[in-house]
Nanobody, 115 residues
Framework: QVQLVESGGGLVQAGGSLRLSCAAS????????MGWYRQAPGQARELVAR???????NYADSVKGRFTISRDNAKNTVYLQMNSLKPEDTAVYYC?????????WGQGTQVTVSS
């Protein structure tokens, strides 16, 4: 079992910044890649950013150049730095941990960007 606890969401004006954090606990040695997904009302959940155990990253085209994912293995925490936020970034953001045979999800944190 893996537990993921997200924090850092909130309300911000367009052009502003937020940093999301996701702290992992439990069977953390089994975690491979970690990532952030988001889901806006009426839309499917989509990958925002993903980081491998070696630190390689990939991003959705819509956030490239604005968002940065990073991980602190000593703290078992993954971060998502979000800059130049746009109203279309408004969504619930979910942390995800990939294990060999399963995925785990956090409870989600709301990010709202006002225009």
């Amino acid at each position: 079992q893996v537990q993921l606890v997200e924090s850092g969401g909130g309300l911000v004006q367009a052009g502003g910044s937020l940093r999301l954090s996701c702290a992992a606990s439990g069977i953390i040695f089994s975690i491979n890649a970690m990532g952030w997904y988001r889901q806006a009302p009426g839309q499917a959940r989509e990958l925002v950013a993903r980081i491998s155990p070696t630190g390689s990253t990939n991003y959705a085209d819509s956030v490239k150049g604005r968002f940065t994912i990073s991980r602190d293995n000593a703290k078992n925490t993954v971060y998502l730095q979000m800059n130049s936020l746009k109203p279309e970034d408004t969504a619930v953001y979910y942390c995800n941990a990939e294990l060999p045979l399963s995925h785990y999800w956090g409870q989600g944190t709301q990010v709202t960007v006002s225009s």
